[in-house]
């Protein structure tokens, strides 16, 4: 396929305009500053690299200081937090770009050592422990069982969504992105395999859903429907997320109740995040039409490689196509893309490491080509 393809053309998402359909998917890289959690220079230099991307939707970053799970994220809802923020969009901007930011909590896949005054984690109902390990400043250690949060609570965590939309706003970012996917706090409560709560948060699909709208609601009020997306992986296994009873009934209303809301975007993962494409399980075809008569773009990810992609937006599948792993080793993925170039190999054991190494220092095509002589 030709340069002519319609992935490297402009695109309107919600009020944003894009200037072509290659997106670069969040990518939670570990490099905030310690103690503030805030975002700096060095993180700044890294997406304003990036910036020919059609949309940069930023690394997860936490709207509640019990919302963080790994070392060195950032968060969105402190003073600091905010400056760093305004660096980042003010960086991109300079490019060109354009920059949301992916809002999160990671719920249970916490741990205690990252928790004010070691509390446990949060999470929809008591004793869900996902398993596996995290490393904290004590090292490797064993994930525990979390704590439901109490009704108010939720409450709370709904205003901690509102407020850092506040702080997107302040900051000059382009809009956010709910981070509803993955296996983290807004999933465990949307499937039926971690929320067993009883209240207006728990039972039916209608209350499993409820948090998840209710921030999308929040993120509406501040920033309006038009900056505002979601990501969705209505069938990963990601952080061990069991499956919920009935993906298709579950996830099928959630699509109903975005479209109704008429948000900028839902970025669907296809399939096990990170794993392997797929489309079994949930009619990610029917969710592309319900979205597409509400005029809510379908962002696809999952990996996709140029050919998937270009014949994904050519077919009418995606309005734009998000890329992960070759966004972190190509800072001209776009270029890349569009020129049919060779990609740099991402190199995995950088992927959460300190500093500019495997992060701020993947050459571009004419950094290549200068070096060669
Ligand atoms: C290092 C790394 C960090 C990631 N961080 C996030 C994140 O912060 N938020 C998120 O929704 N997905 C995250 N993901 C998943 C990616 O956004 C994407 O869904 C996945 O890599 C599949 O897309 P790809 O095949 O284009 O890489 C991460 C993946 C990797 C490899």
Redesign the pocket.
């Known amino acids: 396929m030709t340069t002519s393809a319609k992935l490297f053309t402009p695109v309107r998402i919600g009020d944003l305009d894009c200037a072509n359909r290659v997106f670069m998917?969040?990518?939670?890289?570990c490099r905030a500053l310690p103690v503030t959690d805030a975002p700096h220079a060095l993180n700044a230099e890294h997406y304003a690299q990036r910036a020919s991307a059609g949309l940069i939707v930023s690394?997860?970053t936490q709207v509640h200081v019990t919302g963080k799970g790994y070392m060195g994220t950032p968060g969105i809802y402190s003073p600091e937090q905010e400056a760093g923020w305004k660096l980042v969009a003010d960086a991109v901007h300079a490019k060109g770009g354009k920059i949301i930011a992916?809002l999160?909590h990671v719920g249970a896949i916490s741990h205690p050592d990252m928790q004010p005054g070691g509390a446990l984690p949060v999470t929809a109902s008591d004793g869900f422990n996902p398993g596996g390990t995290t490393h904290t400043q004590n090292g490797k250690v064993e994930r525990v069982a979390a704590r439901g949060l109490s009704t108010a609570e939720v409450h709370e965590m709904i205003a901690a969504y509102r407020h850092s939309c506040e702080v997107v706003k302040r900051a000059g970012l382009d809009g956010v992105e709910i981070?509803g996917?993955?296996g983290y706090l807004l999933e465990q409560f949307t499937r039926d395999s971690s929320n067993h709560r009883t209240d207006e948060f728990g039972g039916s699909i209608d209350n499993r859903i409820r948090f998840t709208l209710a921030t999308i609601d929040a993120a509406i009020a501040v920033l309006g429907r038009g900056r505002v997306g979601i990501?969705l992986s209505p069938i990963t296994a990601a952080n061990n997320a069991k499956p919920d009873s009935n993906p298709q009934a579950t996830y099928g209303r959630m699509v109903e109740e975005l479209a109704k809301r008429r948000i900028a975007f839902v970025h669907f993962?296809e399939g096990n995040?990170?794993a392997s494409h797929s489309l079994e399980g949930f009619d990610f075809a029917g969710a592309r039409k319900t979205l597409a008569a509400a005029g809510v773009a379908y962002i696809a990810?999952?990996?996709?490689t140029r050919a998937m992609a270009i014949d994904a937006v050519e077919s009418g599948w995606a309005d734009a196509v998000?890329?992960?792993?070759?966004y972190?080793a190509n800072p001209d993925l776009f270029e890349r893309l569009q020129q049919d170039a060779p990609l740099n190999p991402a190199n995995v054991k950088t992927?959460?490491a300190a500093g500019a190494l495997g992060y701020t220092d993947y050459p571009t095509l004419g950094q290549l080509a200068q070096a060669a002589g």
């Open positions: 998917a969040p990518l939670t890289r690394e997860a992916q999160w981070h996917a993955n990501r993962i995040t990170g990810n999952n990996k996709y998000a890329f992960g792993v070759p972190i992927f959460y």
